[in-house]
Each structure stands twice: as structure tokens, then as C-alpha cells.
């Protein structure tokens, strides 16, 4: 067989593969279907139990609101509270519900959950809604809502199971059943010494195949990881990733439990961390969202932006000190942009692999100063191979678009591309070091992202293009 006819068998199996791949049902479809049906309501509900709360969340806001009332009688509150924790805004939904069953809801709800709802409603409301609340979960709420936006004890939940040191196996089983009715995280179960502090973690499938006969110490892994509730979310948010747990002990500083991070926790804290790293690194304080007004938005951008307009009329100022230069050969200014923008490339590019580097390593001041200079080598042969180019199109260009000699315009070309060579590896040894200082001083690395890295090498690049421009071609070549 040739290997134009092996090649044409191969991508007939593949196409026949593609042929036989069933598509997946449309379960949001299939509820629409179900919902805005004429059947009772009794078939109704027993259908709608066999889909997911998450296929549920996602239809919700193709209904009506008669839609959404009638739906939620047939959820019941339970089915309710678990479906509202899979909406991306659900304070929208809430808006249209009664204070009492908005309450009764928020009630079900995981605490952080209600928590974040909360603090989106408007602070009238929210502390209504608080009030209705009964007693338990009103506690829990204040807790969450005791600690900093950015302490890991806002992002924990109180649904976790304890037992104590003192137990045997089965009064274990026993008090995990009993709590199991209202904390249904029970996959990792705590262990309490006899002052009630936190002692160690016990797996779910321990605890059954264990012996009735078997000491619960036994069974209890007494290193197990945990966070204070005062750690900041940059602090532990690393550690907690490397553990990969089903959940982690949130303890005050007495050691006693307070609450948990849990998986789906973690999950929502590193997005929330992701999209403030790519907020700072456009420049703003905080992220920005589709319906935020326009006056926070202006408020977020503006200072940022005057502080922008400032940096830049500093280079500028630079850029004057060099005007004697500029005029005994305006053809060089034409190429400053190309300078600066390559210069402001090489510096973002560096600055995001530096600032992966340090979200992901413990690294010491050795290693950190071997990748400053693993940098720089990049940035070395990168000024080298982009700066040649750089010579051969901008010498083309300036002979031949602004007839001037050849050895004129490939002296001007070498002057850009020396200076692009320059710029560029300073501008990897800044894009590396600012972030490590910024780091070292306990100040978030992402910020260097915006107006100091630009400004630096703004003006790296501009000093070092006038002055081997003013050295070289003005001084030596005339």
C-alpha cells in the first residue's frame, strides 16, 4: 500500500469515528420543555428531580418571573438553596423573592454562599434579610462576615463534622450520622482533643471498614494540614493547592475549628485570584464587571490613567533632552516607536513568567537570582536576533523609501538595532528584578505590571536610542 493510500484509509476511519459520536441531549431544552408544559404540577416535579441543580440554575433566567415562582414551589426550599448556589449572579433572582422565603433560603444555603449574596444586595435588604434568619445560621453569617475581604476566613464554610478523641468507633459513626442531617460535607471528618481543639482528620472510608474494636486514634492522621482564619488569601492559597484535600480546617488562633475551605472553595478563590492579577496587570484596582455602572468604572480606570498621563510626560521631558540630536537627524525619531513598543514587549513578557515563577516556587535568593540571569541571556539573543532583523528591513527601508546612501542608512540601522539590542535586555533584567523586589517587600508583584515597568523601560529605551544615535551618528559620524 503507498503512503498516499495509507494516509487517505486513515482519515476515512477518523471520519467515520466523527460519524458515529451520539450528541448529548439538551437537558437546559428538556426543562424549558418541562416547566412551560400544561402538566400537572406533580409530573412535573418528578421529572425536574432527574436533572441536575446546575441545568436547573441555567435555565432560570429564560423564565419569566411567573415562571420562576411556580418553578420554585415545585423545587421546594431545599432543591431551591441548592440550586441558587450554581447562579453566577443570583442576587438578581432574589431581588423578586418575599424577605421571608428570600431568608428561609439564604438559611439553606451554604454560609459562604449566603454570605457573597449578601454583600451584593443592597445594605437595607441585606440586613433585613439577616434579621429573619434564625439563630444558628445568623451566627455563621456574622463570623464569615467578621474577617477582611481578603483573609481566608471570608471564603470558608461552617458545613463540617466533628468528633471527638475520646469516642469509640461506634459512638463515632453514631455522632457523624447525627450530624450528617445538617453538614452533608462529610468526606474528611474532624477530630477534637478533649479541650476541643483541633486534632487531626479522619477519611470517611476509614472510619466504615474500621473494627469496633479498633482505637479511633488509630484512624486519625494528626498531621493534617490546616489555615488560620487571619492568613491572607496570597499567604496560604499555594499551600492549600498542594494538599489537594476535599477540604481544610479553618482554626482561630486557640487551634479551635471554625469552619472549612473546601474544594469548590478553592476553585472560586484562585479564579477570583486570577481575575485580580489580570485587573492589576491592566492597570486597575479591582475587576470590573459586566453591569457595573459607569461611575465605578471611571473610578477603578481614571487614577490610574492620570498616573499613566504624568509617567508618560516624564519620558517625554527625557525624550527633549534630546533635541539637539533629533535635529541633526529627524529620520530617527520615525523608528522610536518601534524602540519603545519592543521594549515594552520584552518587559510584559518577562514580568508574567516572573510572576508565575514566584506564584508557584519558594524560591531563595540564589535561584531567584539565577532566573534573573536566565532572563537576561533571553533577552540578550532575543535583542540579537530581532535586532538584526531589525537592521537589514529599517537600512532597506531608509535607502530606498528616503533615498539616502547606502552606508548612511545602514548606519542608522545600526544604531536601531543596536539600541533595540540594548533595550531589550534591559528591559528583561527590569520585567524580572521589579516584581522580585516588589515581592521581597510584601507588596503584590502584579502591580509592577502596569505604570513602573512601562515607565522604566520607556525610558531605558529612549536614553539608550538618542545616545548611541547622538554618539555614533551625530559625534563621530557627522
Known amino acids: 500500500m503507498t503512503e498516499k493510500n495509507y494516509d487517505a484509509e486513515i482519515e476515512e476511519k477518523v471520519e467515520d469515528v466523527a460519524e458515529v459520536v451520539?450528541?448529548?441531549?439538551?437537558?437546559?431544552?428538556?426543562?424549558?420543555?418541562?416547566?412551560?408544559?400544561?402538566?400537572?404540577?406533580?409530573?412535573?416535579?418528578?421529572?425536574?428531580?432527574?436533572?441536575h441543580d446546575n441545568d436547573i440554575a441555567a435555565v432560570l433566567e429564560d423564565l419569566d418571573i411567573s415562571e420562576r415562582q411556580s418553578l420554585y414551589k415545585l423545587l421546594g426550599l431545599d432543591r431551591i438553596s441548592d440550586?441558587?448556589?450554581?447562579?453566577?449572579?443570583?442576587?438578581?433572582?432574589?431581588?423578586?423573592?418575599?424577605?421571608?422565603?428570600?431568608?428561609?433560603?439564604?438559611?439553606?444555603?451554604?454560609?459562604?454562599?449566603?454570605?457573597?449574596?449578601?454583600?451584593?444586595?443592597?445594605?437595607?435588604?441585606?440586613?433585613?434579610?439577616?434579621?429573619?434568619?434564625?439563630?444558628?445560621?445568623?451566627?455563621?453569617?456574622?463570623?464569615i462576615q467578621s474577617y477582611d475581604e481578603d483573609e481566608i476566613g471570608s471564603k470558608m464554610t461552617t458545613n463540617f463534622v466533628t468528633v471527638t478523641l475520646d469516642l469509640s468507633i461506634k459512638e463515632a459513626m453514631k455522632t457523624l450520622v447525627a450530624q450528617a442531617a445538617d453538614n452533608d460535607n462529610i468526606t474528611t471528618i474532624y477530630v477534637l482533643d478533649e479541650e476541643g481543639k483541633f486534632y487531626g482528620a479522619i477519611d470517611l472510608p476509614d472510619l466504615i471498614i474500621a473494627r469496633s474494636n479498633d482505637e479511633l486514634e488509630t484512624l486519625v492522621t494528626t498531621s493534617y494540614p490546616y489555615v488560620y482564619a487571619n492568613e491572607t488569601v496570597d499567604e496560604c492559597i499555594e499551600d492549600l493547592k498542594d494538599y489537594q484535600e476535599d477540604?481544610?480546617?479553618?482554626?482561630?488562633?486557640?487551634?479551635?475549628?471554625?469552619?472549612?475551605?473546601?474544594?469548590?472553595?478553592?476553585?472560586?478563590?484562585?479564579?477570583?485570584?486570577?481575575?485580580?492579577?489580570?485587573?492589576?496587570?491592566?492597570g486597575l484596582a479591582d475587576e470590573e464587571d459586566l453591569n457595573e455602572p459607569l461611575g465605578?468604572?471611571?473610578?477603578?480606570?481614571?487614577?490610574?490613567?492620570?498616573?499613566?498621563?504624568?509617567?508618560?510626560?516624564?519620558?517625554?521631558?527625557?525624550?527633549?533632552?534630546?533635541?539637539?540630536?533629533?535635529?541633526g537627524l529627524t529620520v530617527i525619531?520615525?523608528?522610536?516607536?518601534?524602540?519603545?513598543?519592543?521594549?515594552?514587549?520584552?518587559?510584559?513578557q518577562t514580568l508574567g513568567v516572573t510572576i508565575r515563577v514566584l506564584m508557584d516556587e519558594e524560591l531563595t535568593f540564589g535561584q531567584q537570582?539565577?532566573?534573573?540571569?536566565?532572563?537576561?541571556?533571553?533577552?540578550?539573543?532575543?535583542?540579537?536576533i530581532v535586532g538584526a532583523i531589525a537592521m537589514l528591513?529599517?537600512?532597506?527601508?531608509?535607502?530606498?523609501?528616503?533615498?539616502?546612501?547606502?552606508?548612511?542608512?545602514?548606519?542608522?540601522?545600526?544604531?536601531?538595532?543596536?539600541?533595540?539590542?540594548?533595550?531589550?535586555?534591559?528591559?528583561?533584567?527590569?520585567?524580572?528584578?521589579?516584581?522580585?523586589?516588589?515581592?521581597?517587600i510584601k507588596v503584590d508583584p502584579a502591580v509592577a505590571s502596569g505604570p513602573l515597568i512601562s515607565t522604566i523601560n520607556d525610558l531605558v529605551a529612549v536614553v539608550t536610542y538618542y545616545s548611541l544615535c547622538g554618539v555614533l551618528l551625530v559625534n563621530l559620524i557627522h
Not at 333 to 348: A, D, K, R
Open 83 to 143: 440550586v441558587f448556589e450554581y447562579l453566577d449572579d443570583p442576587e438578581e433572582f432574589f431581588e423578586e423573592l418575599e424577605p421571608e422565603l428570600a431568608a428561609d433560603i439564604l438559611e439553606k444555603m451554604e454560609p459562604d454562599a449566603a454570605v457573597d449574596i449578601l454583600d451584593e444586595l443592597e445594605e437595607e435588604k441585606s440586613e433585613r434579610l439577616v434579621e429573619l434568619m434564625e439563630d444558628e445560621a445568623r451566627e455563621d453569617i456574622d463570623l
Open 369 to 384: 537570582m539565577k532566573f534573573v540571569l536566565k532572563e537576561i541571556r533571553v533577552g540578550f539573543f532575543n535583542g540579537l
Open 22 to 51: 451520539p450528541t448529548k441531549e439538551d437537558y437546559e431544552a428538556e426543562l424549558k420543555r418541562i416547566i412551560k408544559s400544561d402538566a400537572p404540577s406533580v409530573v412535573k416535579r418528578e421529572q425536574i428531580e432527574d436533572y
Open 333 to 348: 525619531v520615525f523608528f522610536q516607536s518601534v524602540i519603545l513598543g519592543m521594549s515594552g514587549n520584552v518587559g510584559t
Open 247 to 282: 477540604s481544610i480546617p479553618v482554626l482561630d488562633h486557640d487551634k479551635h475549628i471554625l469552619g472549612v475551605i473546601t474544594s469548590q472553595d478553592l476553585v472560586e478563590v484562585v479564579d477570583e485570584e486570577m481575575g485580580e492579577d489580570y485587573a492589576k496587570f491592566a
Open 296 to 327: 465605578q468604572s471611571l473610578k477603578k480606570r481614571v487614577p490610574w490613567l492620570v498616573t499613566l498621563l504624568f509617567l508618560g510626560l516624564i519620558v517625554a521631558s527625557v525624550t527633549g533632552m534630546f533635541e539637539h540630536v533629533i535635529h
Open 393 to 440: 528591513v529599517t537600512g532597506a527601508y531608509i535607502h530606498f523609501i528616503k533615498g539616502r546612501v547606502v552606508a548612511e542608512a545602514f548606519a542608522i540601522s545600526g544604531c536601531i538595532s543596536g539600541a533595540l539590542w540594548v533595550a531589550m535586555i534591559i528591559s528583561s533584567f527590569v520585567g524580572a528584578i521589579v516584581p522580585i523586589i516588589f515581592s521581597k
